[in-house]
């Protein structure tokens, strides 16, 4: 599969094509997505039906995930996500 990134607009926001986010993603995907990231700040990821567990392994391929903190008035046990994920 070929990645393709594709501006929705000039310097912010792009749709892209190309990529599972299901599976393990190649380390040249990664950097490419970084770049994106760091030209758009915002990635669209069309038709992507993943899990909890795939949307976390994806995201630690980018680095540690900083644990969500503070201005939370949910109760521990009514929690509907991990802490490495924000509601």
Sequence with gaps: MTISIE??????????TGVDLCAP?????????????HEYAVLVFPGQAVTDDQQQAFTLAFGPIEDKRGGNVTAPEDERLPTAMND
């Design 7 to 16: 501006a929705l607009q000039p310097g912010f926001a792009a749709t892209v």
């Design 25 to 37: 993603t190649a380390p040249d995907t990664i950097r490419a997505l970084e770049a994106a990231i």
